[in-house]
């Protein structure tokens, strides 16, 4: 199931709207865009009964800024010291977190998310993995070997997947979101690397070769969806959904 995020009233989050129901406003999920660290009971009852994507946070004010202290061990500590006292509001909301990693926050890489979820993760906190965020100009010229190992690290333990693009900015110092398609990501690799990946884990899972199901060649956890961020309107957009749709179908496999 393909999803698009939709700006609501509020400035700090967005809808997730199932594009199998046009024109529909039931939510699937919402994004909160602050400072994970900073996420608090009272930010909680808005999004009661439902699921809450959320970045991993970062020790510095700005979440777009380097800031070493991410890269320190005790700031995966701090993330899970955050989570762990917001638990118990959670399970009273019947509310569940998918924290979104970054490459300038404090799940930074591929290793560091994966054993962070691995030990954290569980039916209220999962993972929304979004290749593009993971990434850093300086890595460019190795994409598709970074995507790759992303992919194998974190394809099997995602719940939901995200598409989204990138591209530098003046400086060459930070990539800057763009319209899918129009950057330096192109989604439709990225997404037959993570079906490839979920693929392999679930043949090992099971212990023998075989086709996978459609239910493991298309499902992404409870949630079922990859969301689409910023798709391009008009014929841009409905073209790269039909990529997609028959990348999925496919199973990644030609």
């Not at 391009?232 to 790269?240: D, I, N």
Request: contains cysteine.
């Amino acid at each position: 199931m393909f999803c698009t995020e939709q700006p609501t009233r509020c400035a700090d989050e967005v809808r997730i709207v199932a594009l199998h129901r046009p024109g529909s406003d039931a939510i699937i999920a919402k994004r909160w865009t602050g400072n994970v660290i900073h996420l608090d009971v009272a930010d909680l009852k808005r999004f009661a009964g439902g699921t809450l994507i959320v970045n991993s946070g970062s020790l510095g004010e700005n979440l777009h800024d380097l800031h070493p202290g991410n890269w320190m061990a005790g700031a995966a500590a701090r993330l899970a010291d955050r989570v762990a006292a917001l638990r118990g509001e959670m399970e009273r909301l019947d509310l569940r977190l998918l924290i979104e990693p970054h490459s300038r926050h404090i799940l930074n890489d591929a290793p560091t998310a994966a054993a962070f979820l691995r030990e954290f993760g569980d039916d209220r906190i999962g993972l929304a993995f979004n290749p593009c965020a993971l990434f850093e100009p300086s890595m460019l010229d190795f994409a598709e070997d970074h995507l790759l190992r992303m992919a194998e690290a974190l394809s099997p333990l995602a719940s939901v997947v995200i598409l989204a693009d990138a591209a530098p900015d003046a400086s060459g110092e930070s990539l800057l979101p763009t319209d899918l398609g129009r950057g330096e990501f192109d989604p439709r690799p990225i997404l037959r690397a993570v079906l490839d990946a979920r693929n392999q884990a679930a043949k090992g899972e099971r212990g023998a070769a075989g086709p996978p199901t459609p239910t493991q060649q298309s499902g992404f956890g409870r949630d079922g969806a990859v969301i689409l961020r910023r798709l391009p309107a008009g014929a841009a957009g409905e073209s790269l959904i039909g990529d997609l749709h028959r990348l999925l179908a496919q199973g990644a496999v030609d």
